[in-house]
């Protein structure tokens, strides 16, 4: 597994855009991702991981939930080279499989799949180009 971004959870993607521009951070276009219910947008400096900023849509509760404290990092995504079999290895360790594999619009469809685990919160895994 290779980390390949950071997910913020925020409710101003335009907001925290700016903060991590002034960071030196160049931002891609917002990407609409109804599955999951919320806008995501990508952040990229050079020699540096990756920022996914997550808005999630107002009638998406679950993410809303996680605003309490504001624009936050909530997750870390690997990229995997079989996400059937990693997601299998991770349940087997005591993951919580959230999510089935499924396209994401901002990767180029490749597929995603969320876990959480009890001590280090949520994952994201991406399928290898």
């Known amino acids: 597994m290779n980390l390949d971004h950071i997910g913020y959870i925020t409710d101003s993607i335009e907001d925290a855009s700016a903060t991590f521009q002034a960071l030196g951070y160049t931002p891609a276009p917002v990407v609409d991702f109804p599955a999951h219910r919320c806008h995501i947008s990508f952040l ?12 999630p849509y107002e009638d998406n509760k ?15 995504c ?3 080279q079989d996400i059937h079999q990693a997601c299998e290895e ?25 876990l959480w685990h009890r001590t280090i919160g949520y994952i994201e895994l991406l399928s290898a180009k």
Do not use: M, W
């Open 44 to 55: 990229h400096k050079q020699d540096e991981h990756n920022i996914e900023l997550v808005e």
């Open 90 to 114: 991770l349940v087997s360790q005591d993951y919580l499989q959230l999510s089935q594999p499924l396209p994401a619009p901002a990767f180029d469809n490749r597929l995603i799949c969320y």
């Open 78 to 80: 690997y990229e995997v």
């Open 62 to 76: 679950s993410l809303r939930k996680l605003l309490k404290n504001g624009t936050t990092p909530y997750h870390l």
